[in-house]
């Protein structure tokens, strides 16, 4: 696995939208202060990856991937393994009650010779690719398909974090045997032991299934198919024999069929003409007929009477007069008599009326002359208050006069005060006012009443006035119109003899209704009677008709019941000839039934010689022989399939057997993992020597790195070649050897991995501030010569100038109040 592009925003201390390009960085430095978050950015890989990051302690530890403050944090990874190119992307959340969870994540695989460039385009995400996982859960499986290595490995191989640098050196021979075998891709051969010994077992399946198949197939030997074909050839015999004999027996069949057909006949013919037999009611049937002819024309005679009655009745009301016209005239007589007591009671009410509209006109003429007499007094009143106040304002100034001073009023000098009165006149003069207005206004309603009543008494005797005289212009006319009316008397006379002669003239109407039902009803039993007598005769056609092949003689169609005795007659003599033929006409069929019997008894002896069931019923022989030559036949063939079949598992199971053999011995061999053993002790042989050599040039030629039963140790040189366990080791020194295994896995089993697990870099995230100035260069020459090689990428996570000097790329990362942040420096 190889990054490329990480891009992150809200992740950890990189709160800002943050870009770190390694395209070509082959050899770089994640550099700048303590603190400033150069291991977040390994962080930010992994976590694309994997989900979680070592030093977070787990899942628990989500939380940290969030900036302070920030709501969510993302973060895409584009790398490169096994010359396929990926993009890892994961987004966290924190939701409305504080919880942190991954709200996305997704693997993609990009299409070949995409420009990582154009990510900064607004590319969305269905363009970056076919998308291989789109899940957390499915993230797990694509991940490891893609970089080959799980989580604890690839943070012991390829990305080595603080505080982890010497997990591998340090790792149980079991953790690190499974690491190696995923680093070389020997898990193949423990899925070839897998799929040997499944399909050992698929083959003695097969090989079991065979036996039990070939078990069953019994009865398949020679002399069995010599007993098939002999029965073939019995029944093909009985099949030639039955055809043979058929046609005799068909025209046996044929001769009795005819014989009973022509029996059959006779039978019918007989039983037609029995059938012959006049109607039970015919000798009632033409009696019926006059007796209704008879009352038929009496129904009609009575009809003719009752509408001579009626007619007469209408003449005699058409010369009645007009009804209508008479109940008008009386009707006019009343109107009249009501008109004219109208008339003479409205003239007393005109006289009242007058009366009264004179004594109002009068009574209001009156209380006109006192009201005026009122308002007379009230304006004396109204001056008498006037000059009672004029007196009180008098005797007011005169209280303050005193002789010889000058008047207020007329600026005289006064040369005497007269007395003060003993009282004002003021209020009783005001008393007096105040009854004249009482007075006055009461007269006044007197005349607005008085007047009101007179002009109602006016428009009422108007009115009477006008209907009396529509009264008597409404009695002139009705007095002109009945001038030279009988009387009401006659005309009620006149009236009642009109209703008389309707009253007789509805009654003869009734009378010819009841006549017409009646001639009616006779007509219908004409009607009946003679469609008896028609029905009759349809009878006597019906059965003449059926017998007419016979020859019957010709009939009187005017008398039936003569018509029917001759038919009858007929019939009879006809019947009793048809008897007499009839004995040797079932001697005929008895004697065709026995010729047929004849052959189907021989037809059934050559059925009970081939062991067969002789025919019984309608069945047709020559079906039932074909049928069991075919079943013959078919009984051959499965016998020469079986054999076949048999021949042909007989192979299948020579071939399963040497397939199950073959796969169990395979898978017998790589059952004890000789080979896988032998496999990664060669590469840890490698390892060993590759990160000896690497050790000694860092330790001065202090310590080889070997191995013994998986553990390693290494060879003190400067202490008499002593073996110390590798665990024994000061802080540097494990650095130092951990520092040489890192860089052997990155150089001697990369180029011996088959699969995607290839240890394309390497980052280092530890402290190289511990090594002296001497080592520093030797790491530092180390790490160029590695990378160098050009196939490898090689990141160092360090503070120490010295050593960040001599890397050609640097990233560095500085930290301010909005976060951290990434700046590339040198080529």
Same mark, same amino acid.
């Given at each position: 696995?190889?990054?490329?592009?990480?891009?992150?925003?809200?992740?950890?201390?990189?709160?800002?939208?943050?870009?770190?390009?390694?395209?070509?960085?082959?050899?770089?430095?994640?550099?700048?202060?303590?603190?400033?978050?150069? &291991? &977040?950015?390994?962080?930010?890989? #992994?976590?694309?990856?994997?989900?979680?990051?070592?030093?977070?302690?787990?899942?628990?530890?989500?939380?940290?991937?969030?900036?302070?403050?920030?709501?969510?944090?993302? @973060?895409?990874? !584009?790398?490169?393994?096994?010359?396929?190119?990926?993009?890892?992307?994961? @987004?966290?959340?924190?939701?409305?009650?504080?919880?942190?969870?991954?709200?996305?994540?997704?693997?993609?695989?990009?299409?070949?010779?995409?420009?990582?460039?154009?990510?900064?385009?607004?590319?969305?995400?269905?363009?970056?690719?076919?998308?291989?996982?789109?899940?957390?859960?499915?993230?797990?499986?694509?991940?490891?398909?893609?970089?080959?290595?799980?989580?604890?490995? *690839?943070?012991?191989?390829?990305?080595?974090?603080?505080?982890?640098?010497?997990?591998?050196?340090?790792?149980?021979?079991?953790?690190?045997?499974?690491?190696?075998?995923?680093?070389?891709?020997?898990?193949?051969?423990?899925? @070839?032991?897998?799929?040997?010994?499944?399909?050992?077992?698929?083959?003695?399946?097969?090989?079991?299934?065979?036996?039990?198949?070939?078990?069953?197939?019994?009865?398949?030997?020679?002399?069995?198919?010599?007993?098939?074909?002999?029965?073939? +050839?019995?029944?093909?015999?009985?099949?030639?024999?039955?055809?043979? /004999?058929?046609?005799?027996?068909?025209?046996?069949?044929?001769?009795?069929?005819?014989?009973?057909?022509?029996?059959?006949?006779?039978?019918?013919?007989?039983?037609?003409?029995?059938?012959?037999?006049?109607?039970?009611?015919?000798?009632?049937?033409?009696?019926? !007929?006059?007796?209704?002819?008879?009352?038929?024309?009496?129904?009609?005679?009575?009809?003719?009477?009752?509408?001579?009655?009626?007619?007469?009745?209408?003449?005699?009301?058409?010369?009645?007069?007009?009804? /209508?016209?008479?109940?008008?005239?009386?009707?006019?007589?009343?109107?009249?008599?009501?008109?004219?007591?109208?008339?003479?009671?409205?003239?007393?009410?005109?006289?009242?009326?007058?009366?009264?509209?004179?004594?109002?006109?009068?009574?209001?003429?009156?209380?006109?002359?006192?009201?005026?007499?009122?308002?007379?007094?009230?304006?004396?009143?109204?001056?008498?208050?006037?000059?009672?106040?004029?007196? +009180?304002?008098?005797?007011?100034?005169?209280?303050?006069?005193?002789?010889?001073?000058?008047?207020?009023?007329?600026?005289?000098?006064?040369?005497?005060?007269?007395?003060?009165?003993?009282?004002?006149?003021?209020?009783?003069?005001?008393?007096?006012?105040? &009854?004249? %207005? /009482?007075?006055?206004?009461?007269?006044?309603?007197? !005349?607005?009443?008085?007047?009101?009543?007179?002009?109602?008494?006016?428009?009422?005797?108007?009115?009477?006035?006008?209907?009396?005289?529509?009264?008597?212009?409404?009695?002139?006319?009705?007095?002109?119109?009945?001038?030279?009316?009988?009387?009401?008397?006659?005309?009620?006379?006149?009236?009642?003899?009109?209703?008389?002669?309707?009253?007789? $003239?509805?009654?003869?109407?009734?009378?010819?209704?009841?006549?017409?039902?009646?001639?009616?009803?006779?007509?219908?039993?004409?009607?009946?009677?003679?469609?008896?007598?028609?029905?009759?005769?349809?009878?006597?056609?019906?059965?003449?008709?059926?017998?007419?092949?016979?020859?019957?003689?010709?009939?009187?169609?005017?008398?039936?019941?003569?018509?029917?005795?001759? $038919? #009858?007659?007929?019939?009879?003599?006809?019947?009793?000839?048809?008897?007499?033929?009839?004995?040797?006409?079932?001697?005929?069929?008895?004697?065709?039934?026995?010729?047929?019997?004849?052959?189907?008894?021989?037809?059934?002896?050559?059925?009970?010689?081939?062991?067969?069931?002789?025919?019984?019923? =309608?069945?047709?022989?020559?079906?039932?022989?074909?049928?069991?030559?075919?079943?013959?036949?078919?009984?051959?063939?499965?016998?020469?399939? %079986?054999?076949?079949?048999?021949?042909?598992?007989?192979?299948?199971?020579?071939?399963?057997?040497?397939?199950?053999?073959?796969?169990?011995?395979?898978?017998?061999?790589?059952?004890?993992?000789? *080979?896988?053993?032998?496999?990664?002790?060669?590469?840890?042989?490698?390892?060993?020597?590759?990160?000896?050599?690497?050790?000694?040039?860092?330790?001065?030629?202090?310590? +080889?790195?070997?191995?013994?039963?998986?553990?390693?140790?290494?060879?003190?040189?400067?202490?008499?070649?002593?073996?110390?366990?590798?665990?024994?080791? &000061?802080?540097?020194?494990?650095?130092?050897?951990?520092?040489?295994?890192?860089?052997?896995?990155?150089?001697?089993?990369?180029?011996?991995?088959?699969?995607?697990?290839?240890?394309?870099?390497?980052?280092?995230?530890?402290?190289?501030?511990?090594?002296?100035?001497?080592?520093? =260069?030797?790491?530092?020459?180390?790490?160029?010569?590695?990378?160098?090689?050009? =196939?490898?990428? @090689?990141?160092?996570?360090?503070?120490?100038?010295?050593?960040?000097?001599?890397?050609?790329?640097?990233?560095?990362?500085?930290?301010?109040?909005?976060?951290?942040?990434?700046?590339?420096?040198?080529?």
């Amino acid at each position: 696995m190889r990054p490329l592009r990480l891009d992150l925003a809200g992740f950890t201390a990189f709160r800002d939208a943050t870009t770190v390009d390694f395209t070509d960085a082959d050899f770089f430095a994640l550099v700048g202060p303590t603190g400033a978050g150069k &291991s &977040s950015v390994l962080d930010a890989i #992994c976590f694309a990856l994997y989900g979680t990051v070592p030093r977070w302690g787990g899942a628990r530890g989500l939380a940290n991937a969030l900036a302070p403050s920030a709501a969510e944090a993302r @973060v895409r990874l !584009v790398f490169e393994s096994a010359g396929a190119r990926y993009v890892a992307t994961r @987004v966290v959340r924190r939701d409305s009650r504080g919880t942190v969870k991954t709200g996305n994540a997704g693997l993609q695989l990009m299409p070949p010779g995409f420009d990582v460039t154009k990510l900064d385009t607004g590319l969305s995400p269905d363009d970056l690719g076919e998308v291989i996982a789109g899940t957390p859960a499915e993230m797990d499986e694509a991940v490891l398909e893609a970089v080959g290595l799980p989580y604890e490995q *690839f943070t012991s191989c390829v990305l080595l974090p603080q505080g982890q640098f010497a997990d591998f050196l340090h790792a149980k021979p079991a953790t690190r045997q499974q690491i190696l075998v995923n680093l070389l891709g020997l898990g193949v051969y423990e899925e @070839v032991q897998k799929l040997a010994t499944a399909r050992a077992g698929k083959a003695e399946a097969a090989l079991a299934a065979v036996d039990r198949v070939l078990g069953g197939l019994t009865g398949i030997d020679d002399e069995a198919l010599a007993a098939v074909s002999a029965r073939v +050839d019995q029944l093909r015999d009985l099949a030639a024999g039955v055809d043979a /004999a058929v046609p005799e027996l068909l025209r046996a069949r044929t001769a009795a069929g005819a014989a009973e057909q022509a029996l059959a006949t006779l039978d019918a013919e007989l039983a037609e003409l029995t059938r012959v037999r006049p109607p039970a009611d015919l000798a009632t049937v033409a009696e019926a !007929v006059a007796a209704a002819r008879a009352e038929a024309a009496e129904a009609t005679a009575a009809v003719a009477v009752a509408e001579e009655r009626e007619e007469k009745l209408r003449g005699e009301l058409a010369a009645a007069g007009d009804p /209508a016209a008479l109940r008008l005239r009386l009707q006019a007589h009343t109107e009249r008599d009501r008109v004219a007591v109208e008339a003479a009671t409205l003239a007393e009410t005109v006289t009242e009326a007058d009366d009264a509209h004179r004594a109002a006109v009068t009574a209001v003429t009156a209380a006109r002359a006192a009201a005026e007499r009122a308002d007379q007094e009230l304006e004396a009143a109204r001056a008498a208050y006037q000059e009672a106040q004029t007196a +009180d304002r008098a005797a007011a100034l005169r209280a303050h006069l005193h002789a010889g001073a000058p008047c207020p009023v007329c600026t005289q000098p006064v040369t005497e005060v007269p007395a003060l009165p003993a009282g004002s006149a003021v209020p009783a003069a005001e008393a007096a006012g105040k &009854s004249a %207005r /009482a007075a006055a206004d009461a007269a006044n309603r007197q !005349v607005t009443d008085r007047d009101r009543a007179a002009r109602e008494l006016e428009r009422t005797l108007d009115a009477a006035r006008a209907r009396h005289e529509q009264l008597t212009a409404r009695l002139a006319d009705l007095d002109g119109a009945l001038a030279d009316s009988p009387g009401p008397e006659t005309l009620r006379r006149e009236l009642d003899g009109i209703a008389g002669l309707r009253r007789d $003239l509805e009654t003869a109407g009734g009378a010819v209704r009841a006549a017409r039902e009646t001639a009616r009803r006779a007509r219908a039993g004409v009607e009946a009677a003679e469609e008896r007598l028609r029905g009759a005769w349809r009878a006597f056609d019906t059965v003449r008709d059926a017998v007419a092949r016979f020859g019957p003689p010709a009939a009187d169609r005017d008398d039936v019941t003569a018509a029917w005795t001759g $038919l #009858c007659d007929w019939a009879a003599g006809a019947a009793d000839e048809r008897r007499a033929g009839r004995a040797a006409a079932v001697g005929a069929v008895d004697a065709a039934h026995a010729d047929a019997e004849a052959v189907l008894a021989r037809i059934g002896a050559l059925f009970t010689a081939a062991g067969l069931d002789a025919p019984a019923g =309608d069945h047709d022989p020559v079906r039932l022989a074909a049928v069991a030559v075919e079943r013959a036949e078919a009984e051959h063939r499965r016998l020469e399939e %079986r054999r076949e079949q048999a021949r042909e598992l007989t192979e299948q199971r020579a071939g399963h057997e040497r397939e199950s053999q073959v796969a169990r011995t395979l898978a017998g061999h790589l059952r004890a993992n000789n *080979f896988e053993r032998w496999l990664l002790a060669e590469a840890l042989d490698l390892l060993v020597d590759g990160a000896s050599r690497i050790l000694r040039d860092l330790t001065g030629g202090q310590y +080889d790195l070997g191995h013994d039963k998986g553990e390693f140790f290494v060879v003190d040189h400067h202490d008499a070649g002593l073996r110390r366990n590798v665990r024994t080791l &000061s802080g540097g020194e494990t650095f130092q050897a951990s520092l040489a295994l890192a860089l052997a896995l990155s150089e001697q089993l990369a180029g011996m991995s088959t699969t995607t697990a290839s240890l394309e870099s390497i980052v280092l995230d530890e402290g190289f501030g511990t090594l002296d100035a001497a080592t520093l =260069d030797t790491v530092a020459a180390t790490l160029e010569n590695l990378a160098a090689r050009g =196939d490898r990428m @090689v990141g160092v996570v360090t503070h120490v100038p010295a050593l960040a000097e001599r890397i050609p790329v640097r990233f560095e990362v500085r930290k301010d109040a909005r976060g951290a942040h990434v700046e590339r420096v040198g080529r």
